[in-house]
């Protein structure tokens, strides 16, 4: 069909070409193969250029604005040669994914979400789902996973102009075909909704060097941790190392290690040298770690402290919001290595698992990598976490596991902090996602969950005075304490009844 159709509706912003041709053909009462949409239309590595033509025709577009809602827009480093079958693209041959609540209202699906490194819909959110496959009763991601999406398709954005970008990609490819040759049921160590969605998986796309996962569900297991990993040094190296362990150590995948350049995976992976592996043994260390492990548990004897009165970070005198940039990674690794101090006697690789899930962490520095294996601990590890123990005790104990649990959530006290904040930046707009960093950072000690986020709470508290400053800390206190206080009344409403209980027996 070449010619104008009577009812054209505007393109939605990023909206699929075919999902608009077939809006189009539903408003106009004709058959989409009379638009020459054909099943194997998508079985195309690309967009048939007669159709591409035969579309702009008929909806009245010009051929740059058609181009622009098809995935040919994006280099070659993303997509692949148009119509050829490439290893390490993104490109989703023969498959369609859909939003289960937008298309299903509007009809309409993105550009984007025809790629395998956009596997969620961040307007409602959703993962997204085939029309061909069983759904996934999953719940709507978090906000962790929603922003590591935001920021893929900002990077996928920019890949358009900038070849570093496209090259990025490329990179998050390799690696999460180096992962999911050995990824399992515990590996990699996953967070939040991505563990539950992990979870709820009966099956794995385990070899993505010839094409990416089909489903959604596969995707976003791999998508999301190893996008980070690439924003991370030392979890890029954690996931590069674990995983050219795991595969070196399965013979059934030994031709992966042999015909694939993992070597080239990430330049900078060996920059460190020599020490950049595990250390040593050495008696030293290991007669250190034992002398400070002894002296954290007759600590804890003398005065409670628990693996809940552990912070994320470690700030220190000077740091009133968040540490330097180049002591945060480091101020996280103190924290698990403290954590696993702190919970028990055991320490080994599992307790370290459960020290990051316990702090919502992912990551491995040395210091950590060092004890979980039993290799004992340094001296300025050692020195730093000394000292941090007795800073939280000196602090009274505050309980910022608790604190992290009421703040991750508190979109009322988002929006009462949002409001002062805009008052004293009358001239700029605040925006609410900065407030909410702000909140979790300040109070609970901890990194975002996405490093991009920090920045622009960085900038709102350096605009703080101390008067300000001093208000938003009692704003917070006063409602974590309203929050916490049913508890303890209806605690203490049960002792009283168990005590008349016993009274009237």
């Not at 993303?78 to 490109?91: C, D, F, Y």
């Not at 596997?119 to 719940?139: F, G, H, K, N, Q």
């Not at 002591?327 to 996280?332: D, W």
């Not at 599992?350 to 004890?371: I, K, M, N, P, Q």
């Amino acid at each position: 069909m070449t010619e104008l159709l009577p009812i054209r509706p505007d393109p939605a912003p990023g909206e699929d070409l075919y999902s608009l041709a077939e809006r189009t053909a539903v408003l106009n009462g004709v058959r989409p193969a009379a638009l020459g949409l054909t099943p194997g239309t998508l079985a195309r590595r690309s967009a048939n250029p007669a159709v591409v033509k035969s579309l702009g025709a008929a909806l009245g577009l010009s051929p740059s604005v058609v181009r622009a809602m098809t995935v040919d827009v994006y280099p070659r480093a993303v997509t692949g040669r148009p119509g050829k079958s490439q290893a390490r693209s993104w490109r989703l041959p023969g498959v369609r994914w859909t939003c289960p609540r937008c298309t299903s209202t509007t009809g309409i699906y993105l550009r984007d979400w025809q790629l395998a490194l956009h596997p969620l819909c961040v307007a409602c959110p959703s993962l997204l789902e085939r029309t061909d496959d069983a759904r996934l009763d999953a719940l709507p991601p978090d906000r962790r996973a929603v922003a590591t999406q935001r920021r893929i398709a900002d990077t996928l954005a920019k890949a358009r102009i900038h070849r570093r970008y496209a090259l990025e990609l490329r990179r998050l490819y390799a690696l999460i075909t180096l992962v999911a040759l050995t990824a399992d049921d515990e590996w990699p160590l996953l967070l939040g909704w991505e563990a539950e969605i992990r979870e709820a998986l009966t099956d794995r796309h385990s070899v993505w060097t010839k094409v990416p996962a089909g489903r959604p569900a596969h995707a976003v297991v791999l998508v999301m941790e190893c996008s980070r990993a690439l924003e991370n040094r030392q979890t890029r190296r954690r996931l590069v190392q674990e995983g050219w362990e795991r595969l070196s150590d399965d013979p059934a995948l030994a031709k992966y290690a042999e015909r694939l350049d993992w070597n080239g995976l990430l330049p900078d992976i060996n920059a460190d040298g020599p020490s950049s592996g595990i250390p040593v043994w050495d008696v030293d260390a290991w007669r250190r770690y034992r002398a400070l492990a002894q002296e954290i548990a007759d600590l804890q004897e003398r005065t409670g402290l628990r693996g809940d009165h552990i912070p994320v970070w470690d700030r220190r005198q000077g740091e009133v919001f968040a540490p330097p940039d180049d002591c945060r990674a480091q101020r996280v690794e103190l924290a698990v290595v403290t954590h696993m101090l702190v919970s028990g006697a055991v320490h080994n690789r599992d307790t370290e698992r459960r020290s990051r899930v316990a702090l919502g962490v992912t990551g491995s520095g040395w210091t950590t990598r060092r004890l979980a294996h039993g290799r004992g601990i340094a001296t300025r590890a050692a020195h730093d976490i000394r000292r941090f123990v007795y800073a939280l005790v000196e602090d009274g104990l505050v309980d910022y596991a608790e604190r992290r649990q009421h703040l991750a959530e508190a979109p009322g006290l988002a929006r009462h902090l949002h409001r002062l904040f805009q008052l004293w930046n009358a001239d700029d707009p605040v925006p609410l996602e900065a407030v909410e960093t702000w909140i979790w950072v300040a109070i609970t000690c901890s990194p975002p969950v996405e490093d991009f986020l920090l920045d622009p709470a960085l900038e709102l508290d350096r605009r703080l005075d101390p008067e300000q400053r001093l208000l938003l800390h009692q704003t917070v206190e006063e409602y974590l304490t309203d929050t916490t206080r049913p508890a303890l009344l209806v605690a203490e409403r049960g002792d009283v009844v168990a005590d008349r209980g016993e009274a009237g027996a």
